[in-house]
Structures are given as structure tokens and as C-alpha cells.
């Protein structure tokens, strides 16, 4: 008994919303009837100046769209031939023309949304507060990107130069957009940040093809200068490495306090320098020796001098 009661309330409950629905239908119906021809065809009339609008808008907005794509693939065209011809890397090639295209696209969009209507300012206002707290949390790796592209571009060395800076010297190993690695000659790893070496002053050691020989020996002032100095003119000479198209020279350089100072340059390619310098050194002091020329080395000599039975010491060196 229950249960048909409960079914015949929600029978009733059900037909009195669909009620309610019919009644809604009927006087929308009846109000769209009360209008007259006259205001519909009013309101088409004030809709249509709108539409028209709307539609013009939508035409510029296309036409900016479609100029402004054909212009920004005449700028990556003139990018790509300039990187071409100048011969910047091929990361740094690809990554200032993807940056490019970006910025000139968000332009774009600006240019669009301004015709379309939209307030710009506030999008520009939020986007740079955004920019510039970003900018502030990253300076320093920005400022060793700048740098690292920045040695990309000017290309002050390259990979495999041998380079000395304030952070160390070493063989470039390579170079990163934030990083560059040195390999020392005892095959240690340096890692410079570029905005740091982009400011410093940097000797490249291996930019050149050749390199100058300088070497300067001390002699003892009893020994026989002119001889001594033939030795080294006929070991710059007869070195394979030497360059015999290039000046060789040997002179005095100065007069020391207990030696006479001899240079001797010559002219050899880069990537034989410290191998020829080594081969060099050694020739001269076995050649010294075996001419008999001395070549003084600081040491003490201790004299006693006895004086009515006192002892009495000095040293020299």
C-alpha cells in the first residue's frame, strides 16, 4: 500500500514539472508571435552594421597575418644567407633564428589582436612585469648566454686553440652558450662562464700559424762569447723545426751580475713550439758543456780567514 502511494506522488510530481515546461514553451511562443515584421526586420537592420564591422575587422586582421608571415620568412632568409656568409656556428645559427621568428610572431599576434579590438596594454603590462622578474632571477646566466653568443659570433678562438685567460689556460675543449671547457696540459677540466671570459682579456696563443722561438741563456763572463753564440746560431739553423725562411737571430741581451745574457729567436709553425723549445734547451746546455762554457747557477762559497788567531767567515754567491 505504501509503495503505491509513493509511485502515484512522484507521478505527480513528474506531471507537474512537465506542465510547467508546456506553459514555459507556449509564452515564448506567444511573445515571438506578438512581434511585428517592422521590429524584426529593425533589429536585422541595427545587427547588420555590426556584422559588417566585424567581418571588415576579421578581412585587415587575415591580410596583416598573411603580410606579416611573407615578411618574417624574408627576414630568416636574410638571417640564414648573413650567418652563411659570416660563418657563425650552426647551433648559434639555429637558435638566433628560432629566438627571431618568436618575437617577430608574438609581434604579429599584438598587431592582429590590436586591430581585432582587444586591450593590448594591460597583455603588455603583464607580460613585462613577468619578463622582468625573470630577468632579474636569471641575470647571471643571462649575461653568460650574451657571452657565450657573443664568442660564437666574434669568434676570438675556436675549438682546439690553446687560449690563456685570468681563470686558467688550457686547450678550448669546447664552447657552450653558457660554458666554455679548457683541457689543461695535465689533462684537467677548466669550466669558464662565457660572460666572464667574453669580459676578460684572453691570449690565444695558437691564433697564428707560427710562432717566434725566444730563448736567452746565461754565460759565464770568462767564457768565449762569440763561440758561444755560434752554437746557438748553428743549432737555430740546423733545427728541423726552425723555419729557414724566417729571420734567425742571436744577440747579447744583457749584462748580468754574474752572467752575460745571450737570445736567440727563430720562427717555427704553432703546433711545434714546445716541442721544438724542449729539443732546443736541451742541445744548448750539451753543447755548452761540451765547448766548456760555463752557465752560472747562483750558489755560496764560504771563505775563512784567519787573522792573529781569530777565524773570520764570509760568504759570497
Same mark, same amino acid.
Given at each position: 500500500?505504501? %509503495?503505491?502511494?509513493?509511485?502515484?506522488?512522484?507521478?505527480?510530481?513528474?506531471?507537474?514539472?512537465?506542465?510547467?515546461? @508546456? #506553459?514555459?514553451?507556449?509564452?515564448? /511562443?506567444?511573445?515571438?508571435?506578438?512581434?511585428?515584421? %517592422?521590429?524584426?526586420?529593425?533589429?536585422?537592420?541595427?545587427?547588420?552594421?555590426?556584422?559588417?564591422?566585424?567581418?571588415?575587422?576579421?578581412?585587415?586582421?587575415?591580410?596583416?597575418?598573411?603580410?606579416?608571415?611573407?615578411?618574417?620568412?624574408?627576414?630568416?632568409?636574410?638571417?640564414?644567407?648573413?650567418?652563411?656568409?659570416?660563418?657563425? #656556428?650552426?647551433?648559434?645559427?639555429?637558435?638566433?633564428?628560432?629566438?627571431?621568428?618568436?618575437?617577430?610572431?608574438?609581434?604579429?599576434?599584438?598587431?592582429?589582436?590590436?586591430?581585432?579590438?582587444?586591450?593590448?596594454? +594591460?597583455?603588455?603590462?603583464?607580460?613585462?612585469?613577468?619578463?622582468?622578474?625573470?630577468?632579474?632571477?636569471?641575470?647571471?646566466?643571462?649575461?653568460?648566454?650574451?657571452? %657565450? &653568443?657573443?664568442?660564437?659570433?666574434?669568434?676570438?678562438?675556436?675549438?682546439?686553440?690553446? /687560449?690563456?685567460?685570468?681563470?686558467? #689556460?688550457?686547450?678550448?675543449?669546447?664552447? %657552450?652558450?653558457?660554458?666554455?671547457?679548457?683541457?689543461? &696540459?695535465?689533462?684537467?677540466?677548466?669550466?669558464?662562464?662565457?660572460?666572464?671570459?667574453?669580459?676578460?682579456?684572453?691570449?690565444?696563443?695558437?691564433?697564428?700559424?707560427?710562432?717566434?722561438?725566444?730563448?736567452?741563456?746565461?754565460?759565464?763572463?770568462?767564457?768565449?762569447?762569440?763561440?758561444?753564440?755560434?752554437?746557438? #746560431?748553428?743549432?737555430?739553423?740546423?733545427?728541423?723545426?726552425?723555419?729557414?725562411?724566417?729571420?734567425?737571430? @742571436?744577440? &747579447?741581451?744583457?749584462? *748580468?751580475?754574474?752572467? &752575460?745574457?745571450?737570445?736567440?729567436?727563430?720562427?717555427?709553425?704553432?703546433?711545434?713550439?714546445?716541442?721544438?723549445?724542449?729539443?732546443?734547451?736541451?742541445?744548448?746546455?750539451?753543447?755548452?758543456?761540451?765547448?766548456?762554457?760555463?752557465?752560472?747557477?747562483?750558489?755560496?762559497? @764560504?771563505?775563512?780567514?784567519?787573522? *792573529?788567531?781569530?777565524?773570520?767567515?764570509?760568504? +759570497?754567491?
Amino acid at each position: 500500500m505504501t %509503495g503505491h502511494i509513493f509511485m502515484l506522488a512522484t507521478a505527480g510530481t513528474a506531471g507537474t514539472a512537465a506542465t510547467d515546461a @508546456v #506553459e514555459s514553451i507556449n509564452r515564448d /511562443i506567444a511573445d515571438f508571435q506578438q512581434l511585428k515584421p %517592422g521590429m524584426i526586420k529593425q533589429m536585422l537592420a541595427n545587427l547588420g552594421p555590426d556584422l559588417m564591422s566585424l567581418g571588415w575587422k576579421l578581412f585587415i586582421a587575415l591580410l596583416i597575418f598573411l603580410i606579416g608571415r611573407k615578411l618574417i620568412r624574408i627576414v630568416q632568409k636574410m638571417m640564414y644567407a648573413s650567418f652563411e656568409r659570416t660563418g657563425v #656556428e650552426v647551433g648559434v645559427s639555429k637558435f638566433l633564428r628560432s629566438l627571431t621568428e618568436f618575437i617577430l610572431y608574438a609581434l604579429l599576434v599584438f598587431i592582429i589582436l590590436g586591430q581585432l579590438g582587444f586591450n593590448t596594454t +594591460s597583455i603588455l603590462a603583464v607580460l613585462g612585469t613577468a619578463s622582468l622578474a625573470l630577468s632579474l632571477s636569471l641575470q647571471q646566466s643571462l649575461a653568460n648566454f650574451a657571452g %657565450g &653568443v657573443l664568442i660564437l659570433m666574434m669568434k676570438p678562438f675556436k675549438v682546439g686553440d690553446y /687560449i690563456i685567460c685570468p681563470q686558467g #689556460e688550457g686547450t678550448v675543449s669546447m664552447i %657552450g652558450l653558457v660554458y666554455t671547457t679548457l683541457a689543461t &696540459v695535465d689533462n684537467k677540466a677548466i669550466t669558464v662562464p662565457n660572460g666572464t671570459l667574453a669580459n676578460s682579456t684572453v691570449t690565444n696563443v695558437t691564433a697564428m700559424e707560427k710562432r717566434r722561438l725566444d730563448l736567452t741563456v746565461g754565460i759565464g763572463y770568462q767564457a768565449d762569447l762569440k763561440k758561444a753564440k755560434q752554437i746557438l #746560431e748553428k743549432l737555430y739553423t740546423e733545427h728541423p723545426a726552425i723555419m729557414k725562411d724566417s729571420d734567425i737571430t @742571436v744577440f &747579447v741581451d744583457s749584462l *748580468g751580475e754574474s752572467s &752575460v745574457m745571450i737570445g736567440a729567436r727563430g720562427w717555427v709553425a704553432a703546433e711545434d713550439y714546445w716541442k721544438t723549445r724542449w729539443d732546443i734547451t736541451e742541445k744548448i746546455k750539451l753543447a755548452f758543456d761540451k765547448a766548456g762554457i760555463e752557465i752560472p747557477f747562483n750558489q755560496m762559497d @764560504v771563505h775563512i780567514v784567519r787573522d *792573529g788567531g781569530q777565524t773570520a767567515c764570509g760568504q +759570497s754567491e
